[in-house]
């Protein structure tokens, strides 16, 4: 039996709110509590009426996909700056520009990126607010990518587990993920990587909702309780923010971008497609300091 069911119906009931229309975009969605595909709009180009509607799409949808999209790598970073300064990244390979980043795997590759269910970066002290991934050369079948709602996730605990969560902070720690993880592509490891402390629980600053903030990728432990504890409790919101309840997954194309909340969402690569080629660039977004 699934975990958040029972015989007196699901723990976890989503009830969307009644929306007003879009005007300028179209927006359909993937399921009722996570992703939409967006069409109508030129990426490259959109108006200022299309990027207040984007906007409210990933607002309301945490990720939002794109097809078709013909962007330059400078269109790519004047649409991420639509969302605020753009991020580094601590150790990926870039090309062109700093803040834009290679996603690349082939039959050569000792991994791929994104292989485990993370938030961008949040070993930061400021993880990024979004992540906007541009896929130019995608395999025939395989890699999609799956998209986790931490809204939903932290809303299907009980009401005793979010009591004994709430004040909780967890250490973050970008060590095991990149040291050594670009070698293959000339990217020289640096002597420290980011490492911070944030709330198991944050609060969205736009949407004003909870959300769960751990991720398999990078928490390492709760802190103010002991070892044996934190990693029960870690497993335990590992194995229940990964619930396929709470996801959406998505088929790409070439051409296809994703734009995700990372504030509220986690999401995992799929790399099955070896040794076929899957290329493209992401463009990062400054964040804030979780709370």
Known sequence: M????????????HAADAAEPYRSISVQKLTPIIGAEIDGVDLGRP?????????????????IFFRDQKMTPQQHLDFGRQFGELHIHPA??????????IIKADRDSPRANGEF???????DEEPPMGSILYIKEQPAVG????????????????????????GLTAVHDGEEVYRGTYANLGVQDKPVYPRAVHPVI?????????????????????????LDESTAILDYLFDHAANPLFQCRFRWRANSVAFWDNRCAQHRAMWDYWPATRYGNRVTIQGDRPV
């Open 47 to 63: 108006t200022e009426a299309q990027m207040q509607e984007i906007h409210r799409a990933l607002a309301e949808n945490l990720v």
């Open 92 to 101: 990926a390979p870039t090309e062109g520009h700093p803040a834009l980043m």
């Open 202 to 226: 944050r609060t969205h600053p736009v949407t004003g909702r909870r959300a769960l903030f751990v991720n398999k990728g990078f928490t390492r432990r709760i802190l103010d309780i002991p």
């Open 2 to 13: 699934n975990h958040v069911s029972s015989k007196s119906g699901p723990r976890y009931r």
């Open 143 to 166: 890699g999609d990518t799956l998209f986790a709602s931490m809204y939903a996730a932290y809303d299907a605990l009980s009401d005793r587990m979010k009591t004994y969560l709430e």
């Open 117 to 123: 269910w993370h938030s961008d970066v949040s070993c």
